[in-house]
Nanobody, 119 residues
Framework: VQLQACGGGLVQTGGCLTL?????????????MSWYRQAPGKQRELVAA???????NIADSLKGRFTISRDNSKNTGYLQMNSLKAEDTAVYYC??????????????WGQGTLVTVSS
């Protein structure tokens, strides 16, 4: 199983980006998909998470600007980021808890995609 994160790039303050994270390979179901970010010199932090039923949670400091969604038919999750600020600059990682074909729940990380917000 692989997670492929895409959509990072350079954007000006106030701009927007949408990140995507696609799961490929053999698995039974996509249980929870999360986005984390790690800014230079800082610890990785949870940005948002969404369950298989669509229940979601956004970090308090990002509510109103970030939205998480998923398309179960495409095994893909999305992070919509609006009104971006310089402090949103970080490497963004997707994480997925997937039910494997043997019934076990396994955790996977994507490779990370860099988001740079410039003024």
């Amino acid at each position: 199983v692989q997670l492929q994160a895409c959509g990072g790039g350079l954007v000006q303050t106030g701009g927007c980006l949408t990140l995507s994270c696609a799961a490929s390979g053999s698995f039974s179901s996509f249980v929870v998909m999360s986005w984390y970010r790690q800014a230079p010199g800082k610890q990785r932090e949870l940005v948002a998470a969404i369950s298989s039923t669509g229940g979601s949670n956004i970090a308090d400091s990002l509510k109103g600007r970030f939205t998480i969604s998923r398309d179960n038919s495409k095994n893909t999750g999305y992070l919509q980021m609006n009104s971006l600020k310089a402090e949103d600059t970080a490497v963004y990682y997707c994480n997925a808890a997937l039910r494997s074909t043997d019934g076990l729940l396994r955790n996977y990380w994507g490779q990370g995609t860099l988001v740079t917000v410039s003024s």
